[in-house]
């Protein structure tokens, strides 16, 4: 399948971006170094294109109890104007996809699943949905989704809005629609996958590249750099971010993942429950971990054994340089007794590495909440 180009692509090319193909659209990788870019992220703020995201529209009357028997999550606790981060499982309580939801109106949601999974999640919930007489819609390429995070991400923001952006009007997770660098209709988004301050803006798809630089312009006395997918890998790995297809999937849970804490007490009966319940009350065999290589070591490839002296416990599934800790970063499903937070363990080319339960960047995410 030959890879499309963004509605972004001229403006990243005269920006002299390097290119790469992701989710099947051909978006920008880098434009100066991925470490200039993260480094900009956790200092100043970055401009990311997250092109192939794309937002299902879920309306009707039973919208909330349709999604409530089909999420993880309590929807009966997400109020208008709000949204939430969970999963979608299978019969066995693996991942379909993990999702944030939003609900701009009592009987409107917008389900945003990762690039790659649009269709899968989409035709998901038609076949789910039918029986509850909701209608599930994709919006494609109506926006082009774009990600503004870092700790000016605000004041960049609030360069071009005369929405409130502050905590208290717009804390995590809340959704609305303003107009944005005279742009109406843009949909604004609490949220990012950086573990900063950040911003989704979901902007309409004939404004884009006028919005795009009216953004940067504005930001850019604030420090605003255009940011590639390149650095967003090191900032999600340092805070411990799972994305489905390397560390999430269809045969993984959420309390093996460490995302126990989604499961929700609910009397609705959604698909995977008994089984993510139980092992979320005695504990799975496995869990999602990071480690901490030396600062020298080279990253290791995806599938490289994890061990305990000649025992293999476990596997890598991401790997990428913390650049803001200053070493390289693997995640890894091991076995829970290898699972303990400073553990030593080994990869299978010898290389020490040690075991960190939670995440090495901002790990109580102060800075997200700011």
């Known amino acids: 399948m030959t890879a499309k180009r963004t509605p972004l692509y001229h403006a990243f090319k005269a920006r002299n971006a390097e290119m790469a193909e992701k989710a099947h659209f051909l978006t920008a990788n880098v434009f100066t170094d991925a470490k200039t870019e993260h480094s900009a992220v956790r200092t ?10 794309f937002m299902l529209e879920v309306a009707g009357a039973e919208a909330e109890t349709f999604l409530n028997n089909t999420f993880v999550a309590d929807m ?16 066995q309580g693996g991942f379909i996809d993990d999702v944030i939801t939003y609900r701009p109106s009592e009987h409107l949601f917008w389900v945003i699943p990762a690039p790659h999974r649009v269709e899968r999640v989409e035709a998901y919930l038609k076949e789910r949905g039918a ?17 503004l995070q870092g700790p ?18 717009l804390p995590g997770f809340a959704v609305t629609t303003a107009k944005v660098a005279d742009v109406d ?29 009216a953004l940067l312009e504005a930001g850019k006395p604030l420090g605003l750099v255009p940011c590639g997918a390149g650095s967003m890998g090191s900032l999600r790995i340092e805070k411990r971010y799972p994305i489905w297809g390397r560390d999430i999937g269809e045969d993984t849970t959420p309390v093996e993942a460490g995302l126990g804490w989604t499961i929700k007490p609910k009397d609705a009966a959604y698909p995977g429950k008994s089984i993510v319940e139980r092992q979320k009350s005695d504990g799975a065999e496995r ?44 995640m890894a499903y091991v076995s829970i007794a290898c699972a303990n937070e400073g553990q030593s363990l080994t990869l299978e080319d010898g290389t020490a590495v040690t075991v960190h339960r939670a995440a090495v960047y901002d790990p109580k995410s102060t800075r997200s909440r700011a």
């Open 76 to 91: 009966t606790k997400v109020a208008p104007g709000r949204g939430v981060y969970c999963g979608i499982l299978n019969d």
């Open 185 to 213: 209709g843009v949909i604004v988004t609490r949220t990012g996958f950086t573990g900063e301050l950040g911003y989704e803006l979901w902007v309409p798809t004939e404004h884009i590249e006028s919005f795009y630089d």
């Open 44 to 53: 100043a703020a970055g401009l990311f294109e997250i092109f192939g995201q």
């Open 152 to 169: 000016q991400s605000r004041a960049c923001l609030e360069r071009v809005t005369a929405l409130d952006v502050s905590n208290d009007a």
């Open 287 to 330: 869990l999602l971990v990071l480690l901490e290589l030396p600062a020298s070591a080279a990253l290791p490839a995806i599938g490289t054994a994890v061990k305990l002296d000649a025992d293999a416990v476990g596997r890598v599934t991401s790997a990428a340089y913390g650049h803001t800790v200053g070493y390289p970063i693997a």
């Open 131 to 147: 029986s509850y007489g909701v209608h599930v819609v994709s919006l494609g390429y109506r926006y082009v989704s774009l990600s």
